[in-house]
């Protein structure tokens, strides 16, 4: 009996000891979230999030023409959206350098109209003038995200 209880010990250390080492790295994965974000990190972002609304543009255009399959139209744009809420949730997630910090509220705010627009261009599929419509708005957005990373820059 003595041997069974020193065993036990030994998992109930060793599950404290896991459990330890799992809040460790919860607070340090945290702790990366909320890291401060300078211009060159908003500028990466924006630029990241220019890029998936342009690809969402070109989707558009391509599915307004009627040359895609649904399938690989959903596929594409939910992976799009995945990256655009992954975004999102850095941007709003940052602790912004002081001198940033209305260029990082612009960036929040284009970043969920890029949101509402792939949403709307989720739904659209099928219906070519509302597809053309949704690239015309992300083309828009593309060119804004583009002038905040100019802006970020200078």
């Known amino acids: 009996m003595p041997r069974l209880r020193k065993r036990g010990s030994h998992v ?26 300078d211009a060159a990190g908003l500028k990466i972002e924006a630029g990241d999030l220019r890029s998936v609304v342009a690809q969402a543009a070109l989707i558009a255009g391509v ?21 655009v809420d992954k975004t999102l949730q850095k941007l709003s997630m940052a602790e912004p350098k002081s001198e940033i910090e209305s260029k990082l509220a612009v960036a929040v ?17 099928g219906a070519r003038e509302e597809t053309a419509m ?21």
């Open 12 to 37: 109930r250390l060793e599950s404290a000891l896991l459990l330890f080492f799992a809040i460790g790295l919860l607070f340090l994965f945290t702790r990366t979230l909320n890291k401060s974000l």
């Open 63 to 83: 599915a307004a023409q009627g040359k895609m399959t649904a399938t690989f139209f959903r596929k594409q744009l939910n992976m799009l959206q995945d990256r």
């Open 109 to 125: 705010q284009l970043a969920r109209a890029s949101r509402a627009e792939l949403s709307k261009l989720g739904s659209a599929f």
């Open 134 to 154: 949704a690239k015309r708005e992300l083309e828009d957005l593309a060119r804004q995200l583009w002038s905040l990373e100019q802006a970020v820059a200078a």
